[in-house]
């Protein structure tokens, strides 16, 4: 059953799910903006344009006639999706799921308006006047996003008036594809934030992997943990909103749906239909299979018996500080300590605050998860990124 793979989108977590679909024979074409992009470096063949050209985006497709086309990020023209499945081209998870969620209006009113989840309180602004009066009506501090955008660029928190124009530019700058338009988020005074890789299947029921916990700054995620400590009742709460909203959106593959934990129950924050960033603690050995190997068993309708817990785990990034090509140092430091790996993207060029690798350390489940956390934080800091 081998099939052929466009793969939209193809950095790091790319990367890891080319490596999955090479390990059972399928066929990747991996397509970005820049040749030499992390996941081209272990696909079968690659192609740069740039994915908001709805024609060029027409030219990859209908060049290599694939079986599935996986989208990685959001910057594309998801619209063609609904002719691609029109043309029996499966789109994963969904054209109906990657159009809403790759736009944070769609599935924030999917999720709010249509299935009734507990949300914070939002509003939309298409310039800064509109910013002015979204941030006076849902209150201070507030959080704006960009309706397209991703690792949280864009993102910024309002305290107070002198803010708001800053924000605005800020947005705009961050926001990809070209959508003008933000969200603005009352603040959720939440205890933690979790991802529940949630992983939907064609001809089986829906799955859900042990809850992750993270730590985000400049709006992306700096460590990632699992398990997280959850309380049951929270548990329930996540799975039934990750079951309505996944089956709303259809196709199979994994989700990455974000929550905030409250003292007052579970918020519904995000959703993306693809591996998550947070996810990458998986590749600690933490599950029976990976996020990337769960996406693409779960696209090829193999059947998955069980997500099982094997060990705690945790994930930290390793950073670039100044912009130009990459020297790692440190390599021979993080290799020589015990229950510990890394991996290193492969990207061809470095900016500050750019993910560059993560630190990958696991114990046994006896472990408490914070210790596992420091010592991943600590393995990330012996690998040094600088710019020849």
Known sequence: MQKKIVLLGSGELGKEFVIAAQRIGQTVIAVDSYEGAPAMQVADGFEVINMLDGAALDAVIAKYQPDFIVPEIEAIRTERFYDYEKQGITVVPSAKAANFTMNRKAIRDLAAKELGLRTANYRYA????????AVAEVGMPCVVKPLMSSSGKGQSTIKTQDDIEKAWKYAVEGSRG???EVIVEAFVNFNSEI????????NNPTLFCPPIGHRQERGDYQESWQPAHVSDAAIDEAQDMARKVTEALG?????????????????????????????????????NFNEFELHLRAILSLPIAEITLEKTGASAVILATGSGKPKYTGMEKIAALPRTDFRIFGKPTTRPYRRMGVALVNDTLQTPVEEVVEKAKDAAKLVVVSEK
């Open 126 to 133: 298409t310039s800064a006047e509109e910013l002015q009066k």
């Open 251 to 287: 196709g199979a593959g994994i989700f990455g749906v974000e929550f905030f934990l409250a003292d007052e129950g579970v918020y519904f924050s995000e959703l993306s239909p693809r591996p998550h960033d947070t996810g990458m603690v998986t590749l600690a050995g933490t599950q």
């Open 178 to 180: 070209d959508v003008v």
């Open 195 to 202: 991802t529940l890789l949630t992983v939907t299947q064609n």
